[in-house]
Every structure is written in structure tokens, then in C-alpha cells.
């Protein structure tokens, strides 16, 4: 995890030296933060390590995900999974997972195409992997069907006509070309 290093610190030393000791405590403290939520200081957060795979088994409609990630990563990734009608993933529906890695859920009848990635609060995510290799297709064979799906509404910082965006690739969403003040 690169850190924040300010220039100029060996200049500031010589000329003073209690002024150098506050700069470094700032630093420090920054630095420990970054490190706590698992961004990186200097730029753009990079998004966790490709997860290795999803299987996806169904039985009377309810839908068992199992999600296996043999990377190297940092606490505070998170695991979405997203399920959907088409291969496509148009309308797709996030499930986030937090830190887990297997989810279990009744959707009852249909065919559904699932897909899984992962991110930290401050990374966009990372590449989806499939049911299967490919958008893969699990049939629910559950007696109750539910109603229609309703149209994805995205998640994170992404819009209802972005998928597979966890938290989202973007640091905010606006309203009106603005960053959004925090309350």
C-alpha cells in the first residue's frame, strides 16, 4: 500500500524542526487511516484480485452461492453477488455479501444467470467471475414463482443501467454535476 510522502520534509527539518514534528504526526496519522480502510493516499484505490470462482446450486427454489477466493487482499473486501434473467445482466439484482462468502436465499422458480466480484469501500470492483466460466443459468424449481423481477436499480455509486459496480467505480453520484455535500 503506497503511503503519503510529503516532499520537502529534510528542508522543513533544518529550518524547523517543531513545525517538521507536526507535519510527521499529520503524516503518520493519515497514513494510518489510509491503511485502515484500505486506500491508497496518493491516487486511486485499486479493486481487489479477481475472485477464483462462483458455484451456484439450486434446490426447490432456494439458491445456494458459494463464492472461493484464493487471492491475496486486504480487510475490508467485500463480495457481491448479482443475479438475473438474461446472460446480459441487464436489470441484474446486487446482493452484497459484506465479508462472507457464501449466500443462501429462496427466489423460487426460473431461470436466473449469476455472476460475483469483489471491491473495497474505496475501489471500484473487481472483473466478475460466472456461474460456470460463462454467464451460467441455475434453474429455480421452487412450486411458488413470485412476483416479475423489478428492474435492477444498480448499486453503489453506479446508475440502474450500470451492473457489476459493488460500491461503485465513481467517489460519488450527482444530482446536479456536483460533489455532494456530506450532512
Known amino acids: 500500500m503506497a503511503q503519503l510522502s510529503p516532499r520537502n520534509m529534510a528542508y522543513i527539518r533544518s529550518v524547523d524542526p517543531r513545525l517538521h514534528e507536526a507535519l510527521t504526526d499529520i503524516v503518520n496519522a493519515h497514513n494510518n487511516v489510509a491503511q485502515q480502510v484500505n486506500a491508497d493516499p496518493t491516487s486511486v484505490t485499486p479493486p481487489p484480485p479477481k475472485i477464483a470462482g462462483l458455484n451456484v ?69 473487481s472483473e466478475p467471475v460466472y456461474h460456470g466460466g460463462q454467464p451460467g443459468i441455475v434453474v429455480g424449481s421452487g412450486r411458488v414463482s413470485g412476483p416479475a423481477m423489478q428492474q435492477g436499480m444498480g448499486s453503489g ?3 440502474a443501467t450500470q451492473t457489476a459496480q459493488g460500491f461503485g467505480s465513481q467517489p460519488y453520484r450527482s444530482v446536479n454535476g456536483k460533489v455532494p455535500t456530506r450532512r
Open 57 to 125: 446450486v439450486e434446490q426447490n427454489g432456494i439458491f445456494d452461492a458459494q463464492i472461493t477466493d484464493h487471492s491475496a487482499f486486504n480487510r475490508g473486501s467485500s463480495y457481491m453477488l448479482e443475479y438475473a434473467q438474461t446472460p446480459n445482466f441487464q436489470s441484474a439484482h446486487t446482493v452484497h455479501l459484506g465479508p462472507a462468502r457464501n449466500w443462501r436465499g429462496n427466489l423460487g422458480q426460473g431461470p436466473l444467470y449469476w455472476r460475483a466480484y469483489s471491491a473495497y469501500g474505496s475501489s471500484a470492483s
Open 157 to 159: 455509486t453506479g446508475s
